[in-house]
């Protein structure tokens, strides 16, 4: 995941609309925020652990002045969340000083790695985007060479802005398996994860980078460079399915909507009797209300979900540890009470949170649990941005339909087909990575993911 964000406009306050913009970004990551600018001759950066509106203020905010900027939101899937890690990574020479923000996970990071430290190359974090920025940073001459010569070098995902003193510059891997936009806010250039970002700071949405393209944000406009041959196209589908927010614009189809058609195929595919549908909120939302309206039957809410919850260092005691779930959910017993309730969610992995679920809906007296997954069985790991699990701990990589359910207690089980996902997207195979739910890969990848493979490392003291 993680949301990136880049804006060059000399007449605006370019943090504070990098910071606007990274509130729009939260959902693809909570671990930590930063933004970096610079005035034209040097770059200013701040970096912290946390949520967006806890890493910055307006005081501040008010020390980043500048003429271009770069801002991130991290969800960690290389290095462990620590403040090395937090980005924009910055990366020093004699002379130049580079800002990188990075959405994506290379599959190539160690062997890369191990040449640049045995080149006699220092590393302060454990995360593969100080791997790119150093492949940049050492390169001799213009910084959009620079980044051409490492996007030869780099092998996964990643969607990138890198900012030097002077130039602002996004590039998108060849398979474009990360998403990102181009927008323009009265005539100056921006960049984003997703389009709800550009809708947030008042830019509109001009299309998306392509695979294996290179973007210079310049004051004259956007130049760019096709610095790498496509390969097939394979945008991430989980970002249609889960991540992207259901407000955006992806590959030019409304997220909302594809999920209302998940719903609604998934209804086709897995009719039940029952008397409600309700969804695990909120990414399950768009699919319910799909299932219902195809269905027929009445789409209600019957969990609550507590919307402050996110990560957090105060841990419950055991007695609420016990209750786990409800600290995020909450089930209302005066609309499950004597019913047969349809649950629709996007996606199970592990089956933790679900299984809880389950019987919560019954402890609060619903009379028959029957579970809707908008999504094919998630059963191979992924090793290009998203930290979901081993294939050891992937439920469906391991049982059947049946045994799942007979693990999860529901009364029934359905998933959505893979061909049902294709009818809903519009695509298989032959546009969107879809490897988590069929394990075909569109690169190279590891034997095994490890997003924590270089804490041993010693890292400098802050």
């Avoid at 991290?74 to 462990?80: A, I």
């Avoid at 990366?91 to 990188?100: A, C, D, Q, W």
């Avoid at 199970?348 to 679900?354: A, D, F, K, S, W």
């Amino acid at each position: 995941m993680c949301g990136v964000f880049g804006i060059r406009a000399s007449d605006r306050d370019v943090a504070r609309l990098t910071y606007f913009a990274l509130y729009a970004l939260q959902h693809r990551g909570q671990e930590s925020a930063g933004i970096a600018v610079t005035d034209g001759r040097h770059i200013q950066a701040v970096r912290e652990l946390g949520l967006v509106s806890q890493v910055f203020d307006e005081s501040t905010l008010e020390t980043l002045e500048g003429v271009a900027a770069v801002g991130h939101a991290r969800y960690s899937t290389t290095g462990s969340s620590r403040w090395q890690n937090a980005q924009p990574v910055i990366r020093h020479r004699p002379g130049r000083t580079l800002s990188l923000a990075h959405n994506g996970n290379l599959t190539n990071t160690t062997e890369l790695r191990d040449e640049l430290e045995g080149r006699g190359l220092k590393f302060e974090s454990t995360s593969d985007t100080e791997v790119i920025a150093a492949l940049i940073c050492e390169h001799d001459g213009p910084l959009v060479d620079g980044v051409k010569e490492a996007m030869s070098r780099i092998v996964g995902a990643f969607a990138a802005i890198v900012m030097d003193e002077e130039q602002l510059i996004g590039f998108r891997d060849p398979d474009g398996i990360r998403p990102l936009v181009l927008g323009d806010l009265d005539g100056h250039p921006v960049l984003a994860s997703e389009t709800c970002a550009l809708d947030i700071v008042g830019a509109t949405f001009v299309r998306d980078i392509e695979p294996g393209e290179i973007v210079v944000l310049t004051d004259r406009g956007v130049e760019s460079i096709l610095a790498a041959e496509p390969h097939q196209p394979a945008l991430c589908v989980f970002e249609f399915i889960y991540f992207a927010r259901p407000d955006s614009k992806l590959d030019g189809l409304h997220l909302h909507r594809t999920r209302e058609l998940m719903g609604e195929r998934l209804a086709d595919e897995a009719p039940v009797e029952a008397d409600i549908v309700i969804p695990v909120p909120d990414s399950g939302a768009p699919a319910a209300q799909g299932f219902a309206r195809r269905s027929g039957i009445p789409y209600v809410d019957g969990l609550v979900k507590n919307r402050y919850v996110g990560r957090t260092f105060i841990q419950p005691d055991q007695a609420m540890r016990e209750n786990g779930i409800k600290l995020k959910f909450n089930p209302m017993p005066d609309v499950l009470a004597g019913q047969r309730v349809i649950v629709v969610d996007d996606s199970i992995v592990r089956g933790t949170t679900t299984r809880k679920i389950v019987e919560m809906l019954r402890g609060a007296g619903a009379l028959e649990v029957h579970l809707r997954i908008s999504s094919p069985p998630v059963i191979s790991p992924c090793f290009y941005g998203i930290d979901m699990a081993t294939k050891d701990e992937m439920i469906a990589a391991n049982q059947s339909v049946e045994e799942i359910r007979q693990h999860l207690g529901a009364d029934s089980l359905a998933y959505l087909s893979l061909e049902g996902l294709e009818a809903a997207t519009g695509h298989g195979d032959d546009r969107y990575c879809r490897a988590c739910l069929t394990g075909r890969y569109p690169t190279v990848v590891p034997i095994a993911a490890d997003k924590e493979r270089f804490e041993a490392t010693q890292l400098p003291v802050a």
